[in-house]
């Protein structure tokens, strides 16, 4: 098989669905996530994993928690990420944190067959394998001694699958259950120094691959060669898993599902790409000189730099946002870190901006056929945004 | 709008038919997907309509056998109904499937496919969206197991994408590449040659332990290198999983390769309609055993002897020793019997079969073989 050769050009007249506005942003989920899997080398290095560790006991402590129970699925991983600095490759990943006992983690469905890479990448140094899940859980508890009592829990609702959720609660029935997902994700959103460091570095990382990609569009005029080229890029140079979202005829942005040669006048490329388990994103849109679509660009340009100027602590996103807005130009603000956070979002605690935020300002153009897409990294700092290269370690400059 | 004619309309026939037997009172077949995909799962949306969701998605089929899908998020409304023209599109979660099921009158009448993936917060939404009646879950991927002419053309077709890519494999594979970069490399030649989602697991060691993901060790001559091939279009995965040497392998090591190629061709001979799954591992370890390696037939020196693809159907699932689930002709999976040895640690050899009545036919064509690629070269 080849790739299909298309007749019409992808710069073609809008399909018959009408232009939506893009309120969130939703990326293409793959099967497994085939870039570089380990997280922790020198940058990130094991004093990490102490200082998160303290972090979640004194959580326990002030709420009262016997223990902390965080489960994330290979989908969404950031939660066990965080702590163990291992993602399950598939199916569910479990860390039960007892204070004064240390983690024991259980590390997704590869199981026993993953175990020395497991051990070889994590920090947590107490790995459980199969049987795991809930029972194991209760065991785990119960060999600390740990029986009864305020159980903090994250990740029940909305990480694992409902019928795994119900033994959960059937098994740990003699807790009480307090869910923490809240209380942990505002702890991965305060970024250190060497996290921001891990930013800039993937901020710039996705700079130059949408250069490279705008390299081949002004070569081959193929916008999904040139999207190729970014998902190509990312990869080779170490990032774990890269989204793409690509703008298409009709003011819509699609997943880049599979290549064609079908030739545009315009590339718009949306990429989000983690490293080391950080997430950022860019987006850049490529246009012909003097044309409309470069008027259009042109306009989103100022429409978004005019929204980061207004990143400062205290300040509401969806304000800023909503402020941004245009009659056919939708302005996002999002949260980067451990995951890509649509702001606002109450839950997570990210209901107003805080200095040290690594947020990205993105903004979509749907007047014309093709949407164009920009978007802006910056640091929320005291007295206003910052780049973000000014906060980190070893940045571009 | 109805599904009147073509291959949607034939699954939406296949799907009634299943689940007026299953569930006779259902009035409405709710298929619902996450949005998470799994290469060994079945994406109930993906199925009927072959549209791989981006989202939360549902695919409504009334009565009389439309189909109405909803589609999250809104802005992918014009992919969706790109890619199901026979379909009505809707932007939309769990409150305007309800109010599709009100209006239709089949609110809690609702069978529920895809209830086995959703989580907690998914499966309360669409609960009080729709009251389900019944979870079809079961029924309907024994629907879905069944690959037609032209799905298993364009499996055999994706299947000559992983053996075209295990030319880049073995070129890339050199002293100097860390094995993210192979990874690279090899998902850039099958996104190239019209690959969709990639599935792929490589790793390196003079003496691997096991397989995982990709890291940044870097390959050294004398390696042994191991990589699951899994490329997909339009929503269907194939596996090839492959051994290559750097430099020249050891004679233990052709031999333990040897080995488990013959365990692979004896399990896919034992692929017939109707044999139980649990049958073809006792077959396929017998080889194993007989070899001198009985006592590695286990975990944690392997895992299964292969397992489902999606996403259609995660059916048969593993290929454990404990499945007593029956092959039917037609039926798409991966077997391998990858696993360790003591001699030469752990080494990979599988293909995508496709049962019919005489055992599994390799999608590739035939069997891969342990490769050894040249230093320098």
Known sequence: MTAPRAATEWNAPATRTPSVPITAVTTMTPAIRTGRSCFDRSRLPRDEYARRMRQVETLARAEDLAAVVVVANAATPAPVVHLANLAPTAGDATIVVVPGAGAVLMAGRGGQREEPYQRDVTWIPTLLQRPFGPESVRQVLAGRGVLSGRLGIAGLEDQVAVRVRDRFVEELRDYEMVPVDRALAALRRCLSVRERSVLGELDAMLQDALEEGAVVFREAGVPALAALMVEDELYARGCRDVRLLVGWPGGSVRPLEAVDDRPGTQFACYAAAELLGYWAERAATVVGAGTRAAEQRCRLVGVVDDAVMQLRPGADPEAVARAAREDEVDVLVRGLGTELVDLPRPESGWTELRPGDVVSVLGVERSGGVPALESRTAVVGAGGPAHLDELVIGGRG | ?377
């Open chain 2, 1 to 377: 709008m109805t599904a009147a004619e073509g291959p949607l309309a034939c699954r939406v026939r296949a799907l009634l038919e299943a689940v007026g037997a299953a569930a006779p009172s259902a009035a409405a077949i709710v298929c619902y997907s996450s949005g998470r995909h799994s290469l060994t799962e079945a994406d109930p949306v993906w199925w009927l309509t072959r549209l791989r969701p981006l989202g939360p998605t549902a695919a409504a089929v009334g009565p009389d056998g439309e189909v109405t899908l909803f589609v999250e998020p809104a802005y992918d409304v014009p992919r969706a109904a790109d890619r199901v023209p026979a379909a009505e599109v809707r932007a939309g979660g769990p409150d305007a499937l309800g109010e599709w099921a009100r209006r239709r009158g089949v609110f809690g009448r609702v069978a529920l496919w895809g209830r086995h993936k959703l989580d907690g917060r998914s499966a309360a939404a669409l609960d009080a969206a729709l009251d389900v009646q019944v979870v079809v879950d079961e029924a309907c991927e024994q629907v879905s197991r069944r690959r037609d002419g032209a799905d298993v053309a364009r499996l055999e077709a994706v299947t000559r994408l992983a053996t075209e890519a295990e030319g880049a494999f073995r070129a890339a594979a050199r002293p100097g590449v860390a094995e993210y970069e192979l990874a690279a490399a090899v998902r850039a030649q099958l996104r190239r040659s019209g690959s969709g989602d990639v599935f792929l697991l490589v790793s390196s060691s003079q003496h691997n332990l096991a397989l995982h993901p990709p890291t940044d060790r870097v390959l050294a001559e004398g390696d042994v290198v191991l990589c699951e091939l899994s490329p997909s279009a339009d929503g269907m995965y194939t596996q090839l999983c492959r051994t290559v040497v750097v430099g020249e392998a050891p004679p233990q090591l052709r031999d333990d390769h040897a080995l488990l190629t013959a365990s692979l061709v004896a399990g896919a001979a034992a692929c017939r309609d109707g044999a139980v799954v649990g049958e073809v591992v006792a077959v396929m370890d017998r080889v194993i055993t007989d070899g001198g390696y009985g006592d590695f037939c286990r975990p944690p020196h392997m895992r299964a002897r292969g397992h489902g693809l999606g996403l259609a159907s995660s059916l048969p699932g593993d290929v454990t020793a404990d499945n007593e689930r029956r092959l039917v002709a037609g039926d798409v999976f991966v077997l391998h019997p990858n696993q360790y040895l003591p001699s030469s640690g752990y080494l990979l050899c599988g293909e995508t079969l496709i049962v019919t009545g005489d055992g599994g036919r390799p999608l590739s064509g035939g069997f891969g073989s342990l490769v050894e690629v040249g230093i320098g070269s």
